[in-house]
């Protein structure tokens, strides 16, 4: 090993730990905020998922990531002050979700490298895209999760825009086309969502096999162990895959 691929290395597990430590945080202080409604769990759990959006910025002291990062924060506490922390918290998937297309997209412009193939150099080596059909697949994926992530953000948007009593249109006066009552809505916004893309993961990883029949595929439990002990460079990986510039 090199010792500039030594340094680079370095940092990768305390960012990986930041990363972990702030999510474990957000879901800790997003079931505390649902279960209580408390303005103030709501306006922490807003500030921290906003803290781990702009983080690969702030990592690289982005001048304007730090900018935007402080003005995303005024923002929370200025609608918390208002009153309207829960409706600056149910937005967040919905941010989430745009983040995430926008980072998918970002890597299909020509000259850069889709984002899952970046991710099955970093789990599988380098030398799987040169197999026949994988880097395909890869640039078909990093589509199809482009636009299941602008799909949801559009669905999560009108949930929070028709929910009843809470939603944006009613708060404005106006009379939203279809109506959400009760509270199973926001467990769906916020936990749903998620759980729908780890269902999606595991049906992929199922028709990846099938598609892909003519080359050997790590069985599960192995995929899954490389998984978390590539964890850093896979996250070192999408933060790269944000910033990369054309070839």
């Known amino acids: 090993m090199s010792a500039t691929t030594s340094s680079s290395a370095v940092p990768a597990a305390p960012r990986s730990r930041l990363v972990a430590g702030l999510l474990v945080a957000y879901v800790m202080l997003l ?20 803290t781990l959006l702009f983080l690969p910025g702030l990592r690289r ?17 200025t609608l918390a002050a208002r009153g309207h922390a829960r409706a600056a918290l149910d937005l967040m998937p919905v941010f989430v979700n745009a983040a995430l ?24 080596g380098r030398e799987r895209l040169v197999l026949p059909g994988v880097a395909a697949y890869a640039r078909g994926l990093t589509w199809a999760w482009s636009l299941l992530f602008g799909a949801q953000m559009l669905w999560l948007a009108a949930i929070v825009a028709c929910a009843v009593p809470d939603g944006v249109l009613p708060a404005l006066g106006m009379a939203p086309p279809f109506e ?9 916004l916020h936990f749903g969502s998620y759980l729908s893309v780890l269902v999606l993961l595991v049906g992929e990883y199922a028709w990846r096999r099938w598609h892909l029949r003519h080359i050997p595929h790590a069985p599960l439990p192995l995929f899954v162990g490389r998984l978390a002990r590539r964890w850093p460079a896979l996250v070192r990986g999408f933060a790269e895959g944000a910033d990369e510039e054309p070839r």
Do not use: K, M, N
Request: proline letters at 1%.
């Open 180 to 188: 959400l009552r009760g509270a199973g809505w926001r467990w769906y």
């Open 61 to 77: 002291r982005s001048t304007v990531a730090w900018a935007a990062w402080l003005c995303a924060l005024g923002v929370l506490a």
């Open 101 to 124: 297309c926008l980072l998918f997209a970002h890597t299909l412009a020509r000259g850069r490298e889709p984002l899952i193939a970046r991710v099955i150099g970093v789990l599988e």
């Open 31 to 50: 079931v505390a905020a649902i279960a209580s409604g408390s303005t103030g769990c709501d306006l922490l759990a807003a500030s921290v998922l906003t």
